[in-house]
């Protein structure tokens, strides 16, 4: 009986502990994998050319850069300064060229997990004649001494001994080309590599030099991100929002974009594991982050979104292009045709873009005019899903009438105006969105009619007249109530 009662006790005490196993394999499983970029990439950067210049180009690019990394977060920088430290510290200096052998070396001494070797290709300031000087022979004489004025005042203003070597010091041309390699420390093998190029024309040398840095910049924000790509997890899902490793601590900010992707798939052919790789799901935006996690509206999702799915960075700018039928409900005379549109920021909360229509109009005189226009507009969703969303918007427009006068010439008439809209869109697939419209437009009223009369030589000006009209102008007028319906195709 004492054994039996010993061996129901041992059952009772392993299913006491089943409850704890199953908790600890719990947290386990939302341990961050190693997938996910949540561990900063140590990051050596260095120009191959070294300088005790302070205002070296090779430096100054390489500063550029180094800020940069170290803005986006994702990156622990080791620039020429923390190397000098560490080289000093072992008795090592750091002067000359340095080749790619070299920097691996320097990497390994400091540390690093990757190294970036950045060479100028190309650098090169020089003054040239502004746009004015070319055209001196179109300007009249009192013109031409104004000119004159102006420019010897400037030259006063900035001359130096320097600065008169080059007759244009005022209008410098700046061109820089470089090249950034990453280079991977264990192995020395280049990883990846993009090419900035970017220039500038105006202001004196400081100046020029200045913008186009500043040009450079900006493009390598872009291509470092690419570097290296954040990779998150869905922690939680709810029906408009997702919620996401990874926060400031990594660079993640308020109205970054991250693409939803289903888990990825492993088959065995012929003995062989092949990874598929998961589809995407959707597409969602920060809205708030914390150190280590951040919460993400679902702007759309074509398939659903569960936890545990991975999430990529996105570092496109998502446009989208749009084709459909706008037709006038209520105005004095029909007006109707086709729009073509191309929209920016096309899932974001606000959004920008154009639209060239191409419609017919009946005028005062029942005749049909060919009425091409043009819109620019921008716009706010106010209120979002993941599969529908309401929006408002204002375009601004150009309209332009085509027809023939009394006296059989080809004559135009200009109609501006400006248009609010509530629009409606309904999302179809993962590119793919109906849209339906209703606005009010403001003006798209004229009755001047002009035609150009072209010169018979090239020495005389071309010259527009009224056109001829026996029985009174004919009035356009395309105001008032009208619908759109179209497509809406999403460029990912």
């Known amino acids: 009986m004492k054994k039996g009662v010993q061996v129901n006790r041992m059952k009772l005490h392993i299913k006491s502990f089943i409850p704890l196993i199953f908790f600890l394999c719990v947290v386990a499983g939302q341990e961050t994998s190693s997938d996910i970029t949540d561990i900063k990439q140590r990051l050596l950067i260095i120009p191959t050319e070294i300088n005790d210049e302070e205002k070296s180009v090779a430096n100054e690019v390489a500063g550029i850069i180094s800020d940069v990394a170290t803005s986006l977060k994702r990156f622990e920088i080791i620039d020429r300064n923390d190397l000098e430290s560490i080289l000093a510290e072992q008795s090592l200096q750091l002067s000359g060229i340095i080749d790619d052998a070299q920097v691996v070396e320097l990497g390994r001494i400091a540390s690093a997990d990757e190294a970036l070797l950045i060479r100028v290709l190309n650098f090169y300031q020089h003054g040239v004649p502004p746009k004015e000087e070319t055209e001196e022979e179109e300007r009249g004489f009192f013109e031409e001494i104004i000119l004159t004025v102006a420019k010897e005042a400037i030259k006063s203003a900035f001359r130096s001994k320097e600065k008169e070597e080059d007759p244009y010091y005022y209008n410098i041309q700046t061109t820089l080309s470089v090249q950034v390699k990453m280079i991977n420390i264990e192995t020395g093998k280049s990883l990846d590599s993009f090419t900035i190029t970017t220039g500038h024309t105006g202001g004196n040398l400081g100046r020029s030099r200045a913008v186009a840095m500043g040009q450079l910049k900006w493009q390598a924000h872009v291509k470092m991100k690419e570097f290296y790509t954040l990779t998150s997890k869905v922690i939680s899902v709810t029906r408009r929002e997702a919620l996401l490793f990874l926060g400031s601590e990594m660079g993640v900010k308020t109205g970054a974009l991250f693409e939803i992707l289903e888990p990825d798939e492993i088959r065995v052919i012929d003995d062989n594991e092949i990874t598929i790789p998961g589809k995407r799901a959707g597409i969602v935006e920060v809205t708030g982050a914390s150190v280590d996690a951040n919460r993400s509206t679902i702007l759309r999702n074509w398939r659903p979104i569960r936890e545990g799915y991975r999430a990529l960075e996105y570092q496109k700018f998502p446009f989208a292009f749009g084709l459909g039928y706008t037709h006038n409900y209520e105005t004095p005379y029909p007006y109707g045709g086709l729009y073509l549109g191309l929209m920016g920021r096309a899932i974001q909360r606000s959004f920008w873009g154009i639209n060239l229509r191409l419609c017919m109009t009946e005028d005062s005189r029942n005749g049909s005019d060919f009425i091409p226009g043009l819109s620019g507009f921008g716009g706010w969703r106010f209120l979002r899903t993941s599969h529908f969303s309401f929006a408002g918007r204002v375009d601004l427009n150009l309209d332009l009438a085509f027809r023939s006068d009394d006296d059989n010439h080809n004559v135009t008439a200009a109609a501006f105006s400006a248009s609010p809209i509530l629009e409606l869109e309904i ?56 619908f759109t319906f179209g497509m809406k195709f999403i460029s990912f």
């Open 427 to 482: 999302l179809l697939s993962e590119t793919k969105d109906l849209v339906f419209g209703v606005g009010y437009r403001f003006g798209g009223k004229s009755s001047r009619w002009t035609y150009t009369v072209t010169p018979e030589s090239d020495d005389e000006d071309s010259i527009t007249k009224s056109a001829v009209w026996n029985n009174g102008a004919p009035e356009i007028n395309i105001s008032g109530l009208f």
